[in-house]
């Protein structure tokens, strides 16, 4: 079992940045790819970032692609999304999220409000 535990949003204007960091629980985080999603008033959960266990392939949404990036600390057990040039687009609800296809696990944290005013 793995406890995420996301933290960094908040209210923005556009053009601005966030980072945003998700916490994991116990010792077994470097072995799980870890992904940022987000889910938007009315609209579905959307991936937007992902980032292998090694770290080395990660993955981005189109509409996100030179404005975010995705970065691990299998040390600090931490996943981080730097946000930058914010858009008004860019507002939701942010999830992470920890997987290993291989052994059929999938974790979720609780989410962090994002809000880019324009």
């Known amino acids: 079992q793995v406890q995420l535990v996301e933290s960094g949003g908040g209210l923005v204007q556009a053009g601005g940045s966030l980072r945003l960091s998700c916490a994991a629980s116990g010792r077994t985080f470097s072995t799980y790819d870890m992904g940022w999603y987000r889910q938007a008033p009315g609209k579905e959960r959307e991936r937007v970032a992902t980032i292998s266990w090694s770290g080395v392939i990660t993955y981005y949404v189109d509409s996100v692609k030179g404005r975010f990036t995705i970065s691990r600390d299998n040390a600090k057990n931490t996943v981080y999304l730097q946000m930058n040039s914010l858009k008004p687009e860019d507002t939701a609800i942010y999830y992470c999220?920890?997987?290993?296809?291989?052994?059929?696990?999938?974790?979720w944290g609780q989410g962090t409000q994002v809000t880019v005013s324009s």
């Open positions: 999220n920890a997987a290993r296809t291989w052994a059929s696990n999938n974790y």
